[in-house]
């Protein structure tokens, strides 16, 4: 069985963002970014994080900022 992308915990997803656990949450609560629920808890797909990142730089919108 192969896999097929890296999954994070939330934990793991802010310290790869380096942003505060809140802030992720949030964040995949409004659906700001790529997430996905199993049971309570979000789990987030580290090349779809990758992705998300490079098109928040190259977007023209209003930057986002994650204080930590």
């Known amino acids: 069985m192969a896999i097929d992308s890296e ?5 793991e997803t802010a310290a790869f963002l380096r942003a505060h656990v809140e802030t ?4 995949a609560t409004r659906g700001e970014i790529p997430s996905f629920k199993v ?3 979000w789990r987030f797909r580290k090349e ?3 992705r998300w990142s ?11 900022v994650l204080i930590r």
């Open 48 to 50: 779809a994080l990758i």
């Open 24 to 27: 992720v949450r949030r964040l």
């Open 7 to 11: 999954v994070l915990t939330t934990k």
């Open 39 to 41: 049971g309570k808890d």
């Open 54 to 64: 490079e098109e928040q730089r190259s977007s023209s919108k209003r930057p986002l």
